[in-house]
């Protein structure tokens, strides 16, 4: 039996898959900004409350150039 995702309809939508590993990215980054300490987040001029909020931005929730 075929998987939903067969392998062919991968490879017919490489530009999904490479908007869902960015998602996948972009989520990470987010997680990781918000784990830093204050002391590094003051190094990078980023206050906790700003670091809080961007890790809870959704993953579609990017700038408009971003989604070209």
């Given at each position: 039996?075929?998987?939903?995702?067969?392998?062919?309809?991968?490879?017919?939508?490489?530009?999904?898959?490479?908007?869902?590993?960015?998602?996948?990215?972009?989520?990470?980054?987010?997680?990781?900004?918000?784990?830093?300490?204050?002391?590094?987040?003051?190094?990078?001029?980023?206050?906790?409350?700003?670091?809080?909020r961007e890790a809870e931005r959704p993953v579609?929730?990017?700038?408009?150039?971003?989604?070209?």
């Open positions: 039996m075929e998987n939903a995702l067969s392998r062919s309809h991968i490879a017919a939508r490489p530009g999904l898959i490479s908007k869902l590993r960015a998602m996948v990215n972009l989520r990470r980054q987010r997680r990781d900004l918000h784990a830093l300490s204050d002391h590094l987040l003051d190094d990078i001029g980023v206050t906790a409350a700003d670091a809080r579609w929730d990017v700038p408009t150039h971003w989604k070209r």
